[in-house]
T-cell receptor, first 116, second 115 residues
Framework: GAGVSQSPSNKVTEKGKDVELRCDPI?????LYWYRQSLGQGLEFLIY????????KSGLPSDRFSAERTGGSVSTLTIQRTQQEDSAVYLC??????????????FGPGTRLTVL | AQSVTQPDIHITVSEGASLELRCNYS??????LFWYVQSPGQGLQLLLK??????LVQGIKGFEAEFKRSQSSFNLRKPSVHWSDAAEYFC?????????????FGSGTRLQVQP
């Protein structure tokens, strides 16, 4: 079946503009994660959605970052007033409900964001 | 806070040679341990994971990893590397005693394979 998809694959924007990044998780996966991968860095957790529970936003680096998940499926990560340090690859992952164990997280190909 | 260290940023091996990628974690309890591989332009793919039990775990593509509690390590190994193994490898840990299910990743090791 289809894996996790993300769009756009590449996004170039000017400093100060807002951007929206989209993630379509695997059908049936109730958990959804956003990570950020900066050049030469590992993956940095941003936000986690699990079903209808309140999201874990503890990884968001500033209030310019927000995310929502509509209908328990598609998620959008929004970055307002982008800064050059926001340039990175933004990865989305999904997994089955993980209340009692760690289920495998399936990653999308990512969105490469470049802020000029 | 927990942390994951991959001390080797870049490793080059010859095709057919053995491989060991190092991973150390810092956490009071035994976390859940993972190795992911990221090929150029691709998302991350899970190679193997350790939750409990046998400390030597087998994964896909001929990889294995050994959990050593005394050394807080979870090193990835492969007896004979293939050119297609050239990629970036990430070690990650997860914690069950928090509500979070997100993973903490190391900074990665880039593997180059020479013919």
């Amino acid at each position: 079946g289809a894996g996790v998809s993300q769009s756009p694959s590449n996004k170039v924007t000017e400093k100060g503009k807002d951007v929206e990044l989209r993630c379509d998780p695997i059908s049936g996966h109730t958990a959804l994660y956003w990570y950020r991968q900066s050049l030469g860095q590992g993956l940095e957790f941003l936000i986690y959605f699990q079903g209808n529970s309140a999201p874990d936003k503890s990884g968001l680096p500033s209030d310019r970052f927000s995310a929502e998940r509509t209908g328990g499926s598609v998620s959008t990560l929004t970055i307002q007033r982008t800064q050059q340090e926001d340039s990175a690859v933004y990865l989305c992952a999904s997994s089955l409900k993980s209340s009692s164990s760690y289920n495998e997280q399936f990653f999308g190909p990512g969105t490469r964001l470049t802020v000029l | 806070a927990q942390s994951v260290t991959q001390p080797d940023i870049h490793i080059t091996v010859s095709e057919g040679a053995s491989l060991e990628l190092r991973c150390n974690y810092s956490y009071g309890a035994t976390p859940y341990l993972f190795w992911y591989v990221q090929s150029p332009g691709q998302g991350l793919q899970l190679l193997l994971k350790y939750f409990s039990g046998d400390t030597l775990v087998q994964g896909i593509k001929g990889f294995e990893a050994e959990f050593k509690r005394s050394q807080s390590s979870f090193n990835l190994r492969k007896p004979s590397v293939h050119w297609s193994d050239a990629a970036e490898y990430f070690c990650a840990v997860g914690l069950m005693d928090t509500g979070r299910r997100a993973l903490t990743f190391g900074s990665g090791t880039r593997l180059q394979v020479q013919p």
